[in-house]
């Protein structure tokens, strides 16, 4: 996986679900930001502080539980709530996220920090760009740093992410997937699940392979997706 020099980026495959964590900062200051903690929020703590890093933030690609803690089926997952419990950063979700994040985690409106599309976060001298993808969830966010995107459930190496669950939105990730299309060639993508038979690809690998980002018509899309 190539990096900027002086651009932190790791990415690290946790819990049974097949789940990427991501480390993302600047190697000179050692200040860094994770990227949807959940499963081992210990473990991920451990590696933060073996690596001599800085932890000033969580980024959230979304509300599902598998990304940010919380309980599903009979299953409950540790997250956010368990890492503030040993550092108290602020969580940042999008806009339209903030209240599922709140109700899925259990965390407070304190905790959690409220981005819109466009706006972006600096650690150290590394910028994060947010990018408000809606589809999966109305409040799904993907994070461009440099020439880095991390697209957690939006978008897949071969595939996106399901529009069949309760808030998510066939339109809208037709809309996302488009302006992901557009992204440069060279742009490193990064997944929020390990699905595919590498762990990361170009954007444009991605065009190539991926099904979903060939279909350029609304109607189509609608026929495949069932919309």
Same mark, same amino acid.
């Given at each position: #996986?190539? @990096? ?18 991501? *480390? ?9 930001? @994770? @990227? ?6 210990? &473990?991920?703590?451990? #590696?933060?502080?073996? %690596? ?14 598998? =990304? /940010? $803690? ?6 409950? +997952? ?8 040993? =550092? ?15 109700? +899925? ?12 599309? $466009? ?11 947010? *990018? =408000? ?8 966010? /993907?994070?461009? +740093? ?13 595939? /996106?992410? %399901?529009?069949?669950?309760? &808030?998510?939105?066939?339109?809208? #990730? ?8 557009? *992204? ?7 997944? &929020? ?6 762990? =990361? ?23 495949? #997706?069932?919309?």
């Amino acid at each position: #996986m190539q @990096v900027a020099e002086q651009l932190i980026v790791e990415q690290i495959q946790i819990g049974p679900m097949q789940n990427f964590a991501y *480390l993302v900062g600047d190697r000179t200051t050692r200040e860094v930001v @994770v @990227v949807d903690p959940a499963w081992d929020i210990p &473990g991920l703590l451990g #590696m933060i502080e073996e %690596r001599d890093y800085i932890l000033t933030g969580a980024l959230l690609t979304h509300y599902h539980p598998d =990304h /940010c $803690g919380g309980s599903f089926g009979h299953n409950t +997952v540790e997250g956010v709530s368990r890492l503030l419990e040993h =550092h108290s950063v602020p969580i940042y979700a999008n806009e339209h996220e903030a209240a599922g994040v709140k109700k +899925v985690t259990g965390i407070s409106d304190t905790d959690i920090k409220k981005v819109t599309s $466009g706006q972006k976060l600096k650690i150290g001298d590394i910028e994060i760009e947010f *990018l =408000h993808t809606p589809g999966h969830t109305p409040g799904s966010q /993907c994070f461009r +740093v440099k020439n880095t995107l991390i697209s957690g459930d939006t978008l897949f190496i071969d595939g /996106c992410g %399901r529009v069949d669950l309760p &808030g998510s939105n066939t339109e809208d #990730m037709f809309r996302s997937l488009q302006q992901l299309a557009s *992204l440069p060639d060279d742009t490193l993508l990064l997944p &929020g699940h390990n699905y595919s038979a590498v762990p =990361h690809a170009t954007m444009g690998e991605t065009k190539r392979s991926n099904t979903y980002l060939k279909i350029k018509d609304p109607e189509t899309w609608k026929m495949m #997706m069932g919309g």
